[in-house]
């Protein structure tokens, strides 16, 4: 299986900050990359397709980039409704496998 | 608009089997494959499956492969994953989620997803 593995695992940030989580892949994966982000009791609500494709009806804060075993995800001007955790997936190999998760908290 | 009902919260004993149903409306139901993808309390997503409707054809996650059956009614666009001899460790949320990209032979990106069920195993 293919590892993704996030960083970091918790984050604070301030209202109007450009927020950066990454997402490494333990192999190549091209551009099948995909971000997520969960509140809490809530089913996780895609964001980013393909690497930095936004999906529709999402902010335009948010976006996406990389390829191969790289990627970065960042919101540009952080919001109140932003807090959340964010995780990343890889399609390119089955099984599609998640990152651990991203905790992104309001400082 | 596309939307994935799931049924209700179940609590079982160990050993036995749980089947949750994701039933689905507002597209073409038989081009969009369906994974199932878990969440124990406080932890991260776990994939355990996937199928699609256009033949049924399946992938399972080799963690519950010997433990896991997913099914399709195509008349009714339900989806069914049913989890057997039951442990401790299944309690967790249970979501469907529809693939993004129609008509795929494995699953992709995940653009619709269920409200969760979540699947209680105890003594």
């Known amino acids: 299986d293919i590892q993704m593995t996030q960083s970091p695992s918790s984050l604070s940030a301030s209202v109007g900050d450009r927020v950066t989580i990454t997402c490494q892949a333990s192999q190549d994966i091209r551009k099948c990359l995909n971000w997520y982000q969960q509140k809490p009791g809530k089913a996780p609500k895609l964001l980013i397709y393909d690497a930095s494709n936004l999906e529709t009806r999402v902010p335009s804060r948010f976006s996406g980039s990389g390829s191969g075993t790289h990627f970065t995800f960042t919101i540009s001007g952080l919001q109140p409704e932003d807090i959340a955790t964010y995780y990343c997936?890889?399609?390119?190999?089955?099984?599609?496998?998640f990152g651990q998760g991203t905790r992104l908290e309001i400082k | 608009q596309v939307q994935l009902v799931q049924s209700g919260a179940e609590v079982k004993k160990p050993g036995a089997s749980v089947k949750v149903s994701c039933q689905a409306s507002g597209y073409t139901f038989d081009s969009y494959g369906v994974s199932w993808v878990r969440q124990a309390p406080g932890q991260g997503l776990q994939w355990l499956g996937w199928?699609?409707?256009?033949?049924?054809?399946?992938h399972y996650a080799q963690d519950v492969q010997d433990r896991v059956i997913m099914t399709i009614d195509t008349s009714t666009s339900t989806a069914y994953m049913e989890l057997r001899s039951l442990r401790s460790d299944d309690t967790a949320v249970y979501f469907c989620?529809?693939?993004?990209?129609?008509?795929?032979?494995?699953?992709?990106?995940?653009?619709?997803w269920g409200q969760g069920t979540l699947v209680t195993v105890s003594s």
């Open positions: 989620a529809r693939d993004g990209r129609s008509n795929w032979i494995h699953a992709n990106y995940f653009d619709f």
């Open positions: 997936q890889q399609y390119d190999n089955v099984p599609p496998t």
């Open positions: 199928i699609t409707p256009y033949n049924g054809d399946t």
